[in-house]
């Protein structure tokens, strides 16, 4: 367990994981596919949009797209079904997939902020996303125990609030509105962040331009994380913010 020193405002930084820290090389969309037929027996015939959503979501979009009402056994076998899929695409994520530039950097980098507890905020089911950062070697710079998973709850914006329970529980730390940062690439990240209650740090590495994300209400946006420096300055900015609101009183 982190501790965080003494005098120091502690920062939950929650990171999405898809087009913000990895390129999946189109590999999640086959992970939903080969779960949809190990689902139903069929094969897909019609994608379904998958950025910036939770897993359960996905997958009922799936089915509904290919003519399945979901049933209470398909909800039922989401998780074990994801989790088997991704395993079997795992090589060919590793093979397809990448590292963004300068997210390895850039976790690093903040590791060694002071206060600074590291998770990830993702659609993803926890395993999912755990097989996801691994390929890349970018596992080991967050804590699994603390995010906020597609498992949680299927609606985004609870994540937020349950990843600021577990770390409270973990910690002995209450985070709160200001003092929880999320960061990630789509409008959906955005809107999480805002309704959930964080610090929003948007990152146009996915489809979703620089200005589409300051409009949508992130508090500061990054083209990419290439300048490690501007990404923990942006981080860090939630205390700035949080000083500020404090002396107005607000």
Same mark, same amino acid.
């Given at each position: 367990?982190?501790?965080?020193?003494? *005098?120091?405002?502690?920062?939950?930084?929650?990171?999405?994981?898809?087009?913000?820290?990895?390129?999946?090389?189109?590999?999640?969309?086959?992970?939903?596919?080969?779960?949809?037929?190990?689902? /139903?027996?069929?094969?897909?015939?019609?994608?379904?949009?998958?950025?910036?959503?939770?897993?359960?979501?996905?997958?009922?979009?799936?089915?509904?797209?290919?003519?399945?009402?979901?049933?209470?056994?398909?909800?039922?076998?989401?998780?074990?079904?994801?989790? /088997?899929?991704?395993?079997?695409?795992?090589?060919?994520?590793?093979?397809?997939?990448?590292?963004?530039?300068?997210?390895?950097?850039?976790?690093?980098?903040?590791?060694?902020?002071?206060?600074?507890?590291?998770?990830?905020?993702?659609?993803?089911?926890?395993?999912?996303?755990?097989?996801?950062?691994?390929?890349?070697?970018?596992?080991?710079?967050?804590?699994?125990?603390?995010?906020?998973?597609?498992?949680?709850?299927?609606?985004?914006?609870?994540?937020?609030?349950?990843?600021?329970?577990?770390?409270?529980?973990?910690?002995?730390?209450?985070?709160?509105?200001?003092?929880?940062?999320?960061?990630?690439?789509?409008?959906?990240?955005?809107?999480? *962040?805002?309704?959930?209650?964080?610090?929003?740090? *948007?990152?146009?590495?996915?489809?979703?331009?620089?200005?589409?994300?300051?409009?949508?209400?992130?508090?500061?946006?990054?083209?990419?994380?290439?300048?490690?420096?501007?990404?923990?300055?942006?981080?860090?900015?939630?205390?700035?913010?949080?000083?500020?609101?404090?002396?107005? *009183?607000?």
């Amino acid at each position: 367990m982190a501790l965080i020193p003494a *005098g120091v405002v502690p920062l939950l930084v929650l990171w999405d994981v898809d087009h913000t820290l990895i390129e999946n090389g189109g590999v999640s969309k086959e992970t939903y596919a080969a779960a949809f037929e190990l689902l /139903t027996g069929r094969s897909v015939r019609v994608s379904p949009e998958t950025d910036g959503r939770t897993d359960p979501v996905i997958m009922r979009d799936f089915l509904r797209a290919n003519g399945v009402e979901p049933t209470e056994e398909h909800l039922a076998r989401l998780h074990d079904v994801l989790v /088997t899929a991704m395993a079997a695409k795992a090589s060919r994520l590793r093979e397809r997939g990448h590292a963004l530039p300068g997210a390895r950097e850039a976790l690093a980098a903040l590791r060694e902020v002071p206060g600074v507890v590291q998770s990830v905020l993702t659609g993803n089911i926890r395993p999912n996303a755990f097989t996801k950062l691994a390929a890349f070697g970018l596992h080991a710079y967050v804590d699994f125990e603390v995010g906020g998973y597609g498992s949680d709850d299927a609606v985004r914006a609870n994540l937020v609030g349950i990843a600021r329970e577990k770390a409270a529980a973990k910690y002995g730390i209450v985070f709160d509105e200001s003092t929880t940062v999320l960061l990630g690439d789509t409008l959906r990240d955005v809107q999480a *962040g805002r309704d959930g209650g964080a610090y929003v740090v *948007g990152v146009a590495t996915g489809k979703t331009s620089v200005a589409e994300l300051e409009a949508a209400g992130a508090d500061v946006v990054l083209a990419d994380l290439r300048d490690t420096s501007a990404v923990v300055a942006a981080v860090l900015g939630a205390r700035g913010k949080a000083a500020r609101a404090s002396v107005l *009183g607000e």
